[in-house]
């Protein structure tokens, strides 16, 4: 079952007459990808003053110094140029030709700017640099820069806000809602692994391990070793190892009434207890055991709880409630 979709590209840059838009008094408007468009320019030393320094005081400004002969320029330039249009109007994209500027060129590097090693990319807010980086990036590292930008000047990628809507309704059991909002934000941002990791804990609750492991396997290759897509991988191997034990959750929780001390059943009812959703349950048997005896079966109850943080995501409550109380029962 196909439970997300992403967004078709759309090839053709004609404008059909129909589609344009119309303000209140009739004027045409620019459409969304008009106005995406508007946010990647040309930089030369006339205009970079005004499409740099000036634009930055509204917002973000990247400037990407690129040449020709520049290998390097030609792989990060696109990647640039998509999450500027990922960004929806929220940054600016300004590409500088440093052979076509040498004049400019040169009084950038008087200020102290390290042209002379491209791919170079510079961040302006407020007409001062913020940051920079140099070389070609994975767009995974491009897309944190972009982050950190933002975040400097109070904003944030459009799909943030759908990242953290569908990581509340999935805290909330709705997961249902949380698929649909990290598939929309998955269609502006399909290089970040938060949604990634988002979007497989969601379709693993909403339809099982086998739905989940399928999106998984369309992560790209260079998230793969990215903790939020590692933690989504461990979900799903504990749901899978967990399915055996709900059908036995009953018989266990017999044993342990018998047995208080019976750690295997204990360690066996946490696994069928994550599995059912029941985190917090989850967690308590484990630490009931590393409390008795922290040494059982080779640390296993430990290790398994930290296997649990790992699925549940390091800044999920359930995760930080868990690690306070493993720390005090470690340490006192």
């Given at each position: 079952?196909?439970?997300?979709?992403?967004?078709?590209?759309?090839p053709?840059?004609?404008?059909?007459?129909?589609?344009?838009?119309?303000?209140?008094?009739g004027?045409?408007?620019?459409?969304?990808?008009q106005?995406?468009?508007?946010?990647?320019?040309?930089?030369?030393?006339?205009?970079?003053?005004?499409?740099?320094?000036?634009?930055?005081?509204?917002?973000?400004?990247?400037?990407?110094?690129w040449?020709?002969?520049?290998?390097?320029?030609?792989?990060?330039?696109?990647?640039?140029?998509?999450?500027t249009q990922?960004?929806?109007?929220?940054?600016k994209?300004?590409?500088?030709?440093?052979?076509?500027?040498?004049?400019?060129?040169?009084?950038?590097m008087?200020?102290?700017?390290?042209?002379?090693?491209?791919?170079l990319?510079?961040?302006?807010?407020?007409?001062?640099?913020?940051?920079?980086?140099?070389?070609?990036?994975?767009?995974?590292a491009?897309?944190?820069?972009?982050?950190?930008?933002?975040?400097?000047?109070?904003?944030?990628?459009?799909?943030?806000?759908?990242?953290?809507?569908?990581?509340?309704?999935?805290?909330?059991?709705?997961?249902?809602?949380?698929v649909?909002?990290?598939?929309?934000?998955?269609?502006?941002?399909?290089?970040?692994?938060?949604?990634?990791?988002?979007?497989?804990?969601?379709?693993?609750?909403?339809?099982?391990?086998?739905?989940?492991?399928?999106?998984?396997?369309?992560?790209?290759?260079?998230?793969?070793?990215?903790?939020?897509?590692?933690?989504?991988?461990?979900?799903?191997?504990?749901?899978?190892?967990?399915?055996?034990?709900?059908?036995?959750?009953?018989?266990?929780?017999?044993?342990?009434?018998?047995?208080?001390?019976?750690?295997?059943?204990?360690?066996d009812?946490?696994?069928?207890?994550?599995?059912?959703?029941?985190?917090?349950?989850?967690?308590?048997?484990?630490?009931?055991?590393?409390?008795?005896?922290?040494?059982?079966?080779?640390?296993?109850?430990?290790?398994?709880?930290?296997?649990?943080?790992?699925?549940?995501?390091v800044?999920?409550?359930?995760?930080?409630?868990?690690?306070?109380?493993?720390?005090?029962?470690?340490?006192?």
């Open positions: 079952m196909k439970l997300f979709k992403r967004r078709a590209n759309q053709s840059q004609n404008t059909n007459p129909s589609s344009v838009l119309l303000n209140e008094n004027v045409a408007q620019q459409t969304t990808s106005q995406n468009q508007a946010m990647i320019i040309d930089g030369n030393q006339h205009n970079f003053m005004q499409e740099v320094l000036e634009s930055s005081k509204e917002i973000p400004v990247m400037v990407d110094f040449a020709n002969w520049c290998a390097p320029c030609k792989q990060l330039t696109p990647i640039l140029e998509k999450i990922s960004a929806r109007g929220r940054i994209l300004v590409k500088l030709d440093i052979d076509a500027n040498t004049a400019l060129v040169q009084q950038l008087q200020i102290g700017l390290p042209i002379q090693s491209i791919p990319v510079a961040a302006f807010w407020k007409g001062q640099i913020i940051d920079m980086f140099q070389g070609s990036q994975p767009e995974s491009v897309q944190q820069f972009v982050d950190h930008i933002l975040k400097a000047a109070g904003s944030a990628m459009p799909s943030a806000d759908f990242i953290e809507e569908g990581q509340q309704a999935l805290n909330e059991g709705q997961a249902d809602k949380a649909a909002l990290f598939s929309q934000a998955l269609e502006n941002e399909p290089e970040r692994p938060e949604i990634w990791g988002g979007l497989i804990r969601a379709v693993l609750a909403h339809s099982g391990p086998e739905d989940a492991q399928n999106v998984l396997n369309e992560v790209p290759k260079d998230l793969l070793e990215h903790s939020e897509i590692t933690g989504a991988q461990a979900a799903i191997d504990l749901a899978k190892e967990g399915a055996k034990a709900q059908s036995e959750a009953d018989q266990l929780m017999d044993k342990i009434k018998a047995d208080p001390n019976d750690f295997q059943a204990r360690y009812l946490a696994t069928a207890l994550n599995a059912s959703g029941k985190k917090r349950e989850a967690a308590d048997e484990l630490l009931k055991i590393i409390q008795s005896d922290r040494q059982w079966n080779d640390e296993g109850a430990k290790k398994q709880l930290l296997r649990f943080f790992e699925a549940w995501g800044d999920d409550p359930i995760t930080l409630e868990a690690r306070r109380r493993l720390s005090s029962l470690l340490f006192s």
